[in-house]
């Protein structure tokens, strides 16, 4: 197959396009993830304080991973409708692999600094400079190895779970009810991916208590199924999208050679 054939190739196209909005989105939740911001400040409203499992004083303090996280899964919904659960099996494994970079970051952090990017750095365009610019890269840039642990082996176990969810909804509606199969799996799959998270990274990596990280996991989860309830109707505006690009033929065609995929 040429160049040419493959630009005039829809199919291959789009799955192209998933697949970059897929990785690029994982990639840069897991580097924005060490930012915790106040749901309740952006909205303007007063701080919730609510008490699960005997931990009181919890509010919505989120990683800004989360923001972006829900794509992830919406798109793992949509190739999981047009590609089936080959390729996003294969797609998860490419992005935990893909997650090399995170190599890089580390030798980044190793490299010696030079004095007047250390210590006279105004490069923000604040004016105001950091005291110590080096520091505050390894601050930033260095999250804690548990975390990543933790956030890959909830990745694959959610991409797992989503994919047998969605197609076993799937088994038992047919075509009908999309957005059973796609909110519901992804429901269950941020069930479980909320708490493994938290677990490798804080429990075993962190020695928290185990009831905090059931009350923090609970606290996450409400938020998840919030914003993918929420995103139920963007689903069929990407599926409209989608079929519109692709004609109705081909758009079948896609959706019935998935379906026919063993898991």
Known sequence: MNIHQVLKDRSLILFLILLAVFIGNALVA???GLKIFSLEKLMGIAPF???FFGVDGLGFNLTAGVVLWPVVFVMTDIINEYYGPRLVRFIS???VFIYFAFIFVWLAILLPPNDWW???SGMLGSGEGIKDMNLAFRNVMGAGLW???GS?????IGQVVD???FHKIKTITGENKLWLRATGST???QLIDSFVVLFIAFYIGADWEFTRVLAIGLVNYIYKFIVAIALTPLLYVVHYLIEKYLGVTLANQLKQSAAGQAM
């Open 30 to 32: 897991e580097f924005v």
């Open 118 to 120: 250390q210590f006279e």
């Open 93 to 95: 494994y490419l992005t």
């Open 163 to 165: 994919v047998m969810t």
């Open 49 to 51: 304080s609510m008490k």
């Open 147 to 149: 975390i990543i642990i």
């Open 152 to 156: 890959l082996v909830a990745f694959l």
């Open 187 to 189: 429901l269950v799959s």
